[in-house]
């Protein structure tokens, strides 16, 4: 079983930076794990922002997403993030880390962000 691991969600301010960051609970990434960041606002559908594949560090971005949120990992903390620049009150939502190994996709639990005005 794996159990994605969301941390650093909370309120910010418009303008603000926040960084999100994913670990497997209790065990390691590995090898073809692809790593994926979603998020979801009230109302809305879930969207995907983008992919980093755990052993190569590829990455994808959806095209509404470039630009002002980073996706990258640390091999060595086992661990991965998505930076946010420049957030604004639209980008209000709960974020979610997967991750997809073999045919199996996994969810964290997904941390709200708040952006206030």
């Known amino acids: 079983q794996v159990q994605p691991a969301e941390s650093g969600g909370g309120v910010v301010q418009a303008g603000d930076s926040l960084t999100l960051s994913c670990s497997v609970s209790g065990g390691t990434f590995v090898g073809d794990d692809m790593v994926a960041w979603r998020r979801q606002a009230p109302g809305k559908e879930r969207e995907v922002i983008g992919t980093i594949t755990w052993d190569a560090g590829s990455r994808h971005y959806a095209d509404s997403m470039r630009g002002r949120f980073t996706i990258y990992r640390n091999y060595h903390e086992n661990r991965a993030w998505l930076t946010m620049n420049g957030l604004t009150p639209e980008n209000a939502a709960v974020y979610y880390c997967?991750?997809?190994?073999?045919?199996?996709?996994?969810w964290g639990r997904g941390p709200q962000v708040t952006v206030s005005s």
């Open positions: 997967s991750v997809q190994r073999g045919s199996v996709v996994y």
